[in-house]
């Protein structure tokens, strides 16, 4: 059953991706992938807080399968960042290709560190 909590979590994770990544990049008129850097900031921040929340106790391995696995593995998306920075490199964007790969990479760990530092001091 552990399969259905990583099924409806997707279910979930997927479409909000796409919203959430079309809502973004139509606010801004750069050739920067703000969309995608978006859903994996958040989606780092949630698994930060959903993983801190775990060791605390405060949530079950169930949820980490529908949220963590489920819900985050869909919102996020390293191949979409991947093929964005090479686009960008390949199109003479060089500048916005390392900034996406640097910004995605120190973003992404630090919203993942203040989730598991919020979970902690929220659950400690």
Not at 42 to 59: D, F, Y
Not at 103 to 112: E, H, I, K, R, T
Request: net charge neutral; charged share 10%.
């Amino acid at each position: 059953m552990n399969w259905l909590l990583v099924v409806v979590g997707g279910m979930v994770g997927a479409p909000l991706r796409y919203l959430t990544d079309r809502a973004v990049q139509k606010r801004h008129d750069t050739v920067f992938p703000w969309g995608t850097f978006t859903v994996n900031v958040s989606g780092c921040l949630i698994l930060g807080l959903l993983t801190g929340a775990v060791l605390a106790g405060a949530a079950s391995s169930h949820v980490q399968l529908l949220l963590g696995t489920g819900l985050c593995g869909a919102l996020t998306t390293y191949s979409t960042f991947s093929y964005e920075t090479l686009r960008l490199a390949e199109d003479g964007a060089r500048f916005f290709a390392a900034a996406n790969a640097v910004a995605s990479v120190v973003a992404g760990l630090g919203a993942a560190f203040v989730g598991a530092a919020f979970a902690d001091a929220l659950w400690a």
